[in-house]
């Protein structure tokens, strides 16, 4: 069996492996969660911008089919239908453009929500993971040299890598010498 030094240092590293691993996949699972979310929200906004052009060039070729049924019901086709015409013409591409600069600001937002919520997240760096796992190792030396400094001072045997009681600190009595007499080392009773 290992000295509670040993035992305790390599739990130590262990636990503190397995939390900055922890730390690395939470990290990743958010950015994932933000960056799809952010990936919906610029598709629905896409779309949103995409159904108002459409209703607005319906609305103006409507405005404009309706002129010439009227101008050709009067007979007023001149130079002041066509400079109408060209006016509506003028409001379509100017409503055009006011969609695209809408929807070019919305898609800005929803990338500064998605940038200052991915800003948030914390992942420990290789520099960070390394001292997180290397104070873990010297808090568990300082825990496995209390136990053991314990372990001696009470008298509590220690025991070899086979599990055999190696030496019994207060009265140096084997595991066989405990059989044969049925009496168990301090500590073990």
């Known amino acids: ?8 240092v390599g739990l130590s590293i262990a636990s503190a492996a397995v939390s900055v691993y922890s730390q690395q996949q939470t990290a990743k699972a958010q950015t994932a969660a933000i960056k799809q979310q952010q990936e919906h929200e610029r598709e629905e906004a896409h779309e949103t911008a995409e159904e108002q052009l459409g209703q607005r060039i319906r609305a103006q070729r409507e405005q404009r089919a309706r002129a010439r049924v009227a101008a ?51 992942s420990p760096s290789a520099l960070e993971a390394g001292l997180q796992i290397a104070s873990a190792g010297m808090q568990g030396y300082s825990a496995g040299l209390s136990i053991s400094d314990r372990l001696a001072s009470s008298g509590t045997a220690l025991t070899d890598s086979a599990g055999n009681i190696a030496q019994s600190v207060d009265e140096g009595t084997s595991l066989a010498d405990a059989i044969n007499t049925g009496v168990a080392p301090r500590g073990y009773a």
């Open 72 to 122: 050709g019901e009067s007979g007023a086709l001149g130079a002041s239908f066509a400079a109408m015409m060209n006016q509506s013409l003028q409001d379509q591409d100017m409503d055009a453009a006011l969609v695209a600069k809408q929807s070019a600001f919305t898609q800005r937002g929803i990338d500064d929500r998605a940038n200052t919520a991915l800003a948030g997240i914390r």
């Open 1 to 8: 069996m290992c000295e509670p030094t040993t035992i305790m």
